[in-house]
């Protein structure tokens, strides 16, 4: 498991990082963004195509959540200048403002 505390700006800290708070709470912030990703996957014809392709419904599963990931964490970069991780919640920062997006119960 990747949370501890620590603070990044990396791209591939970060997919680490939702990789294991993937498990928690997303907040609505990112239940947000993943509607609008939904939204992009059901209209991109070669997604479909490909997902259509695969036969065994684990690989459809999780070349959604691959998908769905990176896109999340290109929307995150964008949008974020760093990341930390405190008391088991996931945190993007933008001019010293924490948006939380996501959480786990560690009990």
């Known amino acids: 498991m990747f949370i ?40 991109n014809s070669e997604y479909q195509k490909y997902k259509d392709s695969l036969s065994d419904e684990d690989d459809k599963a999780e070349l959604y959540i691959e998908e769905r990931d990176l896109r999340l964490a290109e929307v995150f970069m ?3 200048e ?4 405190d008391s088991a919640k996931l945190y993007g920062i933008k001019d010293g403002a ?6 786990i119960d560690m009990v």
């Open 4 to 43: 501890k505390n620590q603070e990044f700006k990396d791209e591939d800290t970060l997919l680490e990082a939702m990789f294991d708070f993937d498990i928690g709470t997303k907040s609505a912030y990112v239940q947000a963004e993943i509607e609008k990703i939904d939204e992009e996957l059901s209209g």
């Open 78 to 80: 964008q949008r974020f």
């Open 82 to 85: 760093n990341f930390i991780i």
């Open 98 to 103: 924490r948006e939380l997006l996501y959480e």
